[in-house]
């Protein structure tokens, strides 16, 4: 036990001396200060407020060619709609030129005769969208369809009272859950959070390592008794005592600037990201031990990180919807994860089963990053 | 003349500075196309692969018919078949379905008396975008029974159908307009990068004082060092347009005269800004971080995955500096809208006033640092 105990007192000395020393370099370098906490800062609020998905008040231009009541009463449905804001104008040229010129995302035509034709059954409407944003067009369409058929049952149902029955369709009734308010920030702020804290985790750890390999300080820590292990966490502890501050400033905007609910437990938040910094920071080690050098490093880090955690994590393209091949990338990847488990502690709660799967993977990352990292700085050793 | 065979000199030896690795050669080639690749199949709005629970009550010929339209569709997979309603949170919360459809127990009873039958469509709304998409894909599939049912049952069919045209994408795919963005987003990064490296990385190991030495001006150094970066920026961007034309074959309307215009602009500007970076900062790694700083908010508020449109209009007004943010609308519209020259003005003219004032602030800031 004693021996134990006195082989175990030097280590977290050493360790705590290099913590001590790595800390007050943190401190007076403003470069980490300004990547770990100001950046965070600046990119949520950038991000957050410039990113959005909303379909709403799509202004559309609406030319009715039919005076009759019908027509009108269809065309009001939409107006009362918060999702369009209609501009009447008279001709369908008109409307096309509005379109033409990106004013209007979209033209609803209702053309002479559609009182007319509807007693026949074969009443017609036309939608015009615009093909060069084709996620909102499709969403447009969808609000179109839905008011119209609104309107189209609202019908029936006067006129079944009145004898004229033309009923014998199925109503969609849609909900949205967790987000009742169909509000876009409420999932792409937490995949913000999945964002700034890749890009801060690595590179925190991938540019000032590297620069340290450069400068040739790294080597120069060899010569002192420390082991590669101790200088790889203290390392680590300061530059994830950075991140947690940028990750608490992230949070808090996402809850009170933005207005997220947070319906899980806070705790289990911090302690996911906790996961996740970790990850973040072990990448940013494990390329710069592995490069050693500031400008590789950073330009790998970005193609490593940035990109693939804004494209293959879940955060705006749906997973499940790409080819198998391009799936099996992204369970590689960590944001994947993080994703997952802010999407649903924000939104969802603490469901424990999604939390606890994509927990014990990021949990197996640390294991193999700290493994990978020790084994190139080994190396570099001998 | 003596100057054009010193700027051709310089020229040489920059691209002999950057390819002479092989590494280096690798790549400036390879990831864009990779990424191209990848990120083609990856960023796409549609969705082809919807898991739905069903929670039919009614088990009748006519909710089986309403199923059987969405198994149908291929864009559904069923994984699931609920018996009570409380066996949905399940299916949503830990993420199994996407959506589930709830019928009625008189789903087919009110069918039958000529009035309206409800469904319920439950979607996880942790991505509200997708949900949104989902539900879409479920009306269609409920105006098609609707239609069957009406003929089947000697009704007439219902009284007014939309019609829908998409101007430019007929079948509004995501990737149409995804991947022609893609040549200007992913062309930025290294080109803006590696121009923004060029001075400070001959500033830190003192090459740049003996360029001074030469009987180079400024002017003559700064074309030398935008020339063999827009040559490598305009071959990146032909690797992404040979991957977006030879593998995923997104149609192609307009001339690639007009795009090679615009996207030797887009790289004029994005060097532009490279060059100003770079003669800004006092160090290689200075130059680095400036470079990523611009970078990230670049290439997310460029209009590529979210419209601008739905920006406030003090960010709206910020993204008028963005260069990606033309060469992705060009792109779009000479891609889809075959778009000329002269329709194009509203961005070409920003890109040449970007590229005008970045490399003319850079060539002065050449001026100040050399004295």
């Known amino acids: 036990m004693s021996t134990q105990a006195s082989a175990w007192r030097p280590r977290v000395h050493r360790i705590w001396t290099l913590v001590r020393k790595e800390t007050r370099q943190v401190v007076r370098d403003p470069s980490s200060i300004a990547i770990g906490v100001v950046l965070p800062v600046i990119l949520i609020l950038l991000f957050g407020f410039g990113l959005s998905l909303d379909v709403k008040n799509v202004p559309v231009a609406v030319v009715v060619e039919d005076s009759s009541p019908q027509a009108r009463e269809l065309v009001a449905g939409l107006q009362l709609s918060a999702y369009f804001q209609p501009h009447f104008v008279a001709t369908t040229r008109e409307a096309e030129d509005l379109m033409l010129a990106r004013r209007v995302d979209g033209v609803v035509r209702v053309p002479e005769n559609f009182a007319h034709d509807m007693a026949l059954g074969k009443g017609g409407v036309q939608l015009l969208v615009h093909g060069s944003d084709a996620n909102r067009a499709r969403i447009i369409e969808g609000y179109v369809q839905g008011a119209i058929s609104a309107w189209t049952l609202r019908q029936a149902a006067e006129g079944a009272s009145t004898g004229a029955a033309v009923g014998g369709m199925v109503n969609i009734q849609n909900r949205l859950w967790f987000n009742e308010a169909n509000d876009s920030h409420y999932f792409l702020v937490p995949g913000l959070i999945v964002l700034v804290m890749t890009l801060i985790g690595a590179f925190l750890t991938a540019m000032v390592v590297a620069r340290e390999w450069e400068r040739g300080t790294f080597e120069a820590l060899f010569v002192t008794p420390v082991r590669s292990e101790e200088i790889l966490l203290g390392k680590t502890i300061p530059y994830f005592g950075l991140a947690l501050i940028g990750l608490v400033l992230c949070v808090l905007s996402a809850r009170f600037l933005f207005h997220v609910p947070l319906r899980g437990s806070l705790i289990v938040l911090l302690i996911v990201s906790m996961f996740y910094i970790l990850v973040a920071l072990g990448i940013g080690l494990l390329i710069s031990s592995a490069v050693k050098n500031q400008l590789v490093a950073s330009q790998l880090t970005m193609l490593a990180t940035f990109m693939p955690a804004f494209m293959l994590s879940g955060f705006l393209f749906d997973l499940r919807s790409m080819p198998v091949a391009i799936r099996v990338i992204t369970y590689l990847l960590p944001a994947r994860y993080y994703v997952a488990l802010l999407q649903t502690i924000f939104l969802a709660g603490n469901i424990w089963s999604v939390i606890v799967p994509n927990a014990v993977v990021l949990i197996g990352m640390i294991g193999l990053l700290s493994l990978a990292s020790r084994a190139v700085t080994n190396k570099r050793l001998a | ?371």
């Open chain 2, 1 to 371: 003349m003596k100057s054009l065979l010193r700027i051709l000199a310089l020229t040489r030896k920059e691209l002999l500075a950057v390819l002479k690795d092989r590494r280096a050669r690798f790549s400036l080639i390879i990831p864009p196309m990779m990424q191209t690749l990848i990120f083609g199949y990856a960023a796409s709005y549609d969705l082809n692969h919807v898991p739905y629970a069903v929670l039919d009550q009614d088990r009748s010929a006519a909710s089986r018919e309403l199923i059987a339209g969405l198994d149908g569709s291929g864009l559904f997979e069923r994984v699931g078949e609920l018996r009570r309603e409380s066996e949905l949170n399940s299916f949503i919360d830990s993420r199994r379905a996407l959506i589930v459809i709830q019928i009625g127990s008189d789903f087919e009873r009110h069918l039958q008396a000529g009035q309206s039958a409800d469904v319920q469509v439950i979607a996880d709304g942790r991505n509200s975008n997708t949900a949104a998409t989902a539900m879409s894909y479920v009306g269609e599939v409920v105006r098609r029974f609707n239609d069957s049912w009406r003929a089947d049952h000697g009704l007439a069919p219902p009284s007014v159908n939309v019609e829908v045209r998409a101007w430019y994408n007929p079948n509004l795919e995501t990737r149409w307009n995804m991947i022609p963005g893609m040549i200007g987003t992913l062309t930025m990064m290294q080109t803006l990068l590696l121009t923004a490296m060029s001075v400070a990385r001959e500033r830190e190991q003192g090459t740049f004082d003996q360029l001074l030495v030469t009987p180079f001006r400024p002017a003559e150094i700064m074309v030398g060092k935008a020339l063999p970066a827009m040559m490598i920026g305009l071959t990146q961007a032909t690797g992404v347009l040979l991957v977006a034309q030879l593998w995923f074959r997104i149609p192609f309307a307009g001339s690639f005269v007009t795009l090679y215009s615009g996207l030797i602009l887009f790289v004029l500007a994005a060097v532009g800004i490279g060059l100003m970076l770079s003669s800004v900062a006092a160090t290689m790694q200075q130059a680095m971080l400036f470079g990523f700083i611009i970078i990230m908010p670049f290439s997310l508020l460029s209009g590529l995955t979210t419209p601008l449109t739905n920006m406030p209009a003090a960010l709206q007004a910020l993204t008028a500096v963005n260069p990606l943010r033309y060469a992705i609308d060009i792109a779009q519209r000479v891609y889809l809208e075959g778009s000329t020259l002269a329709s194009l003005t509203q961005d070409l003219f920003p890109l040449a006033l970007i590229a005008a004032v970045t490399l003319t602030v850079a060539s002065w800031l050449f001026r100040y640092r050399l004295q």
